[in-house]
């Protein structure tokens, strides 16, 4: 017999290594072929209902970090609320009409314009189903738990006709209406965007001052006077119809070098330097709203154009006159609608200049900047040009410049109930806070949504033309197509003819011949995504409206949070959701944005491979996802160290209680230890704190807490003298049992709280633990709170634990000294003051195990001049008397009292004499 086997030395099967890579998919499996999450759902049967909205990403491309980020919270949050006492189901979605699939079909080579628009159409859906599939897989194969059999898909027939529907009670409540104004449009793309499409980049502009000499100047200004605007769009000056002056500003009219300009007085010094006028001198000054119904030469045609007045004139930069063409700026639209300029736009769908622009029609609008600059300097009328550096809008998919371009559109407007929806948004929780201002900052200050489209994969606007024009969109008609579409799919808008589309003998009186057009133009793919509470939360019967949460990227207070707002607000008077929880985007380690072109792009699928699934969702749970998030291969090698001390531990707790069988061995608390009642103290508020933190869905609190306990309390404390209690002490000691009690709830307890987190890494340590569920995410969570017996311990303890740091120092300074090698090898003498001296003669008997030294005494005797001063106590270190024991390893003076165990100490010989008599009479193996 050796030694060694006469301790209790903790075994498990349970492996070191996770091989993540290789078991997580095996995990995976189990859980679909035995309907885990399905039998969670019959669980939670008649609980109170949570429900999280999935935000549905787009149909395109494999799953990237920022997914990871995004559906793992959601994963978090749903298994939380599972185990909570919550019915929570998870239904996944997809947005899957749009350009970008479109992009994706013309990059292999397949041009819509040369094949049927049917077909071109099923090419889209059948690309879109294929994406869909693909991410699904990325999805699920992050353990993300969910209905992945029945998703919510805005290609799916019922969601389209529930969008009809929507779309028409909308239009049923006159917010819906056609009108042609300024809008975004992308010539890439040759489509209207929303603004929540319009990202902004730097790019080089022309800066341009111009001339405009005055014709009627109403007896205040001379014909020999011009105004200077200052433009950088100089492809806009064709369309010039108004010079624009703000009412309230004073306008200098100055001799500059001997020419006569107006300038706004407050622009006067500025522009003197920008065009170098050598002497300049003011004639008069004359208020904005004296300069009204001027005219002036338009610079490069022969007409005039009106001085007009508007608020939206600043003195900023310019010079205080804004060159004004009401079909291509927004601004200059409101000021001309109230003189009734024409909105003259320059360009087509393809940014090509028109004959509305003579002698630049053919041209891109960007080069004809150059032909427009020629002619106005050939006409005397340019006084400047430069270039300068500026953020501009760009078209966010195929990151181009657009342009403002006056077309018909269809809109839906919101003034009529902007208030409500403002209203709502101060009933709406937000994580971060500060997303309330924004959102509601956004719906204040937003104006109408262009809903139409010129393109053709997405939700044809269900509108009708009668032979006058005449739009028609009502009740009757919009709940027939509805109906086709419920049927047939969103196709069947192409295949049949107005008049089939159309209920059967539908007349309208703007159509005598009884002829019918349909409209070409499809629905902004946020409609799509925006009617989601319509489609999924109000048509799924496991679903409920409004949603509790939903948790998106911050790039959706202009996309999804808005829309979906504005339309559930629009039908239903109410917000689509109870808490809007917004996250920042993933960025790399110096803070750029992930991009395959950069190259600094990681996939979740390399991950996967090298490390598992497990340390993404990790790492999900440890960031503060409220802002951006930084991560690289390090960060994730750093969370794969941090899993490993967590699995380490989880194992070394798993192998200390092998032989624990909870229904006979648990001990009640009764019969446990200060220290021990002290441990679960502590595991009852990690309980609490973490369950808080769940509740607020600040997951890095969650794994904090968990970690905080799991390294300090019991790898460092409280596992590290376990080992001279488990290892050594007899069987059935109570000590040694009640410490596999502690460590044993504790196991349950964490294991069970980590779950939501690490799902994979969980099960499989519940099935090393002897609890009835075969599934530790069919269990509930625990609920323990601080009770007042255990914040009393706590308050005790963290005395105690204060002392134990300046012992452990002292124990330091030893072995520097070379008094000691190992703590197990020192005696230890503490000369506590008066108020130390209850809690440490309490605990004296235990004292030298707490504190792994062989030999503990309190002394009341004068303190020697060789102790060490602390706050509160003195201590003395030695060596202790005695010999090693080969048994427990401690010095002790009892060593060799037992004549047949000679090697061992009275307690180990005492040990070993009953329960391994069989020692005794065959010995020991020599140590070799």
């Known amino acids: 017999m050796r030694v060694k086997d006469t301790l209790h030395l903790g075994k498990t099967a349970f492996p070191m290594r996770g091989s993540l890579p290789k078991r997580e998919p095996m995990w995976q499996q189990d859980w679909e072929e035995n309907h885990v999450y399905e039998q969670r759902q019959k669980l939670n049967e008649g609980k109170p209902t949570f429900i999280l909205h999935d935000g549905p990403p787009f149909a395109n491309g494999d799953i990237h970090l920022g997914h990871a980020l995004n559906k793992v919270s959601k994963d978090i949050v749903v298994r939380y609320k599972s185990m909570h006492g919550f019915r929570s189901p998870y239904v996944p979605g997809w947005d899957t009409h749009g350009l970008p699939i479109e992009q994706q079909l013309t990059k292999k080579g397949i041009d819509r314009r040369k094949m049927p628009r049917d077909e071109y159409l099923e090419l889209c859906r059948k690309f879109a189903l294929e994406e869909i599939d693909k991410q699904r897989t990325g999805f699920k194969r992050l353990g993300v738990a969910g209905d992945w059999d029945h998703p919510y898909i805005t290609l799916q027939p019922k969601f389209e006709a529930e969008e009809i529907r929507l779309f028409g009670e909308m239009a049923a409540k006159g917010y819906i209406y056609k009108g042609k104004k300024p809008v975004y449009w992308s010539p890439s793309s040759e489509s209207t965007l929303a603004e929540a499409e319009v990202e902004y980049h730097d790019i080089k502009s022309p800066s341009m001052y111009v001339a405009f000499k005055v014709v009627d100047g109403k007896g205040i200004l001379d014909q020999d006077t011009s105004m200077i605007i200052w433009t950088t769009t100089p492809w806009t000056i064709p369309a010039n119809e108004a010079v624009c002056v703000n009412p309230r500003f004073d306008y200098s009219v100055v001799d500059a070098d001997g020419h006569k300009y107006v300038i706004a007085s407050g622009r006067l010094d500025a522009v003197q330097e920008a065009l170098g006028f050598k002497n300049v001198a003011v004639i008069k000054q004359v208020k904005g709203k004296d300069l009204e119904y001027m005219t002036v030469q338009h610079p490069l045609y022969d007409r005039t154009s009106l001085v007009i007045l508007g608020n939206h004139v600043t003195l900023d930069d310019g010079t205080g006159l804004v060159h004004t063409a009401p079909g291509h700026g927004a601004d200059d639209f409101n000021a001309g609608q109230k003189y009734h300029l024409p909105v003259l736009s320059v360009v087509d769908a393809k940014g090509m200049m028109t004959d509305d622009a003579p002698g630049f029609a053919g041209v891109f609008y960007d080069d004809a900047n150059k032909l427009v600059t020629d002619a106005l300097k050939k006409n005397g009328a340019l006084l400047k040009l430069s270039f300068f550096t500026h953020s501009y809008p760009h078209d966010w998919r195929t990151k181009k410049p657009v342009i403002f371009r006056a077309t018909a559109q269809w809109f839906a407007s919101i003034d009529a109930y902007r208030d409500q929806i403002l209203a709502q948004i101060k009933d709406v929780k937000f994580s971060p806070d500060w997303g309330q201002k924004r959102l509601y900052n956004m719906i204040k200050d937003r104006g109408d949504w262009v809903i139409s489209r010129q393109r053709a994969w997405g939700l044809p606007l269900p509108i009708f033309y009668a032979e006058d024009g005449t739009a028609i969109i009502t009740p009757e008609t919009i709940e027939h197509v509805a109906q086709l579409i419920e049927k047939h799919g969103a196709i069947v808008w192409q295949q049949m003819s107005a008049k089939e589309l159309l209920p059967e003998g539908f007349s309208h009186p703007g159509s005598p011949n009884g002829e019918f057009t349909k409209e070409k133009d499809i629905l902004d793919v946020w409609f799509d995504s925006g009617s989601s509470h319509r489609g999924v939360l109000r048509e799924r019967p496991e679903l409920s409206f409004p949603a509790d949460l939903i948790i998106e990227g911050s790039d959706q207070y202009r996309g999804w949070f808005n829309s979906s707002l504005i339309t559930s607000v629009a039908t239903t008077g109410q917000a689509p959701y109870r808490h809007v929880l917004s996250q920042g985007f993933v960025l790399d380690d110096k803070g750029h944005k992930m991009s395959k072109s950069l190259g600094n792009v990681i996939d979740p699928n390399d991950i996967f491979k090298q490390m598992g699934a497990e340390i993404i969702r990790l790492w999900v749970a440890s960031v503060d996802s409220s802002s951006d998030v930084m991560v690289s291969m390090d960060v994730l090698r750093q969370m794969s160290e941090s899993y490993r001390k967590v699995r380490n531990t989880m194992r070394f707790m798993l192998a200390n209680i092998a032989d624990f069988d909870v229904k006979k061995n648990r001990l009640p608390e009764n019969d446990l230890r200060d220290v021990d009642r002290y441990l679960l103290a502590r595991l009852h508020e990690v309980n609490q704190n973490v369950i ?77 633990l002897q609890e009835p569920e075969k599934y530790v995410q069919l269990t509930e969570l625990p609920t323990a709170t601080v009770s007042a017996a255990d914040q009393k311990l706590l308050d005790q303890w963290a005395n105690f634990m204060t002392f134990r740091s300046d012992v452990y120092r002292a124990l330091e300074q030893a072995r520097t000294d070379k008094l000691i090698g190992k703590s197990l090898e020192a005696a230890v003498v503490v000369y506590p003051k008066a108020e130390l001296i209850p809690m440490l003669t309490e605990l004296e008997p235990e004292l030298a195990e707490l504190l792994i030294v062989s030999k503990f005494q309190l002394s009341e005797t004068e303190v020697p001049s060789s102790a060490t001063q602390f706050e509160g106590f003195a201590i003395e270190v030695t060596h202790a008397p005695g010999q090693v024991c080969e048994r427990c390893r401690k010095t002790l003076t009892s060593v060799g009292t037992n004549p047949d165990l000679p090697t061992f100490c009275a307690d180990c010989a005492k040990i070993v004499a009953e329960e391994f008599p069989e020692a005794i009479t065959e010995g020991f193996e020599a140590k070799k």
């Open 692 to 768: 808080a933190a769940y509740d607020d869905f600040n997951f890095a609190t969650v794994f904090k807490q968990i970690n905080n306990y799991l390294v300090n309390d019991l790898s460092a404390f409280y596992l590290d003298f376990a080992k001279d209690v488990i290892y050594i002490k007899a069987e059935n000691d109570l000590s040694r049992r009640a410490m596999q009690t502690v460590i044993y709830e504790a196991l349950v307890t964490l294991t069970k709280l980590l779950t939501p987190i690490l799902p994979h890494t969980c099960e499989e340590i519940w099935g090393f």
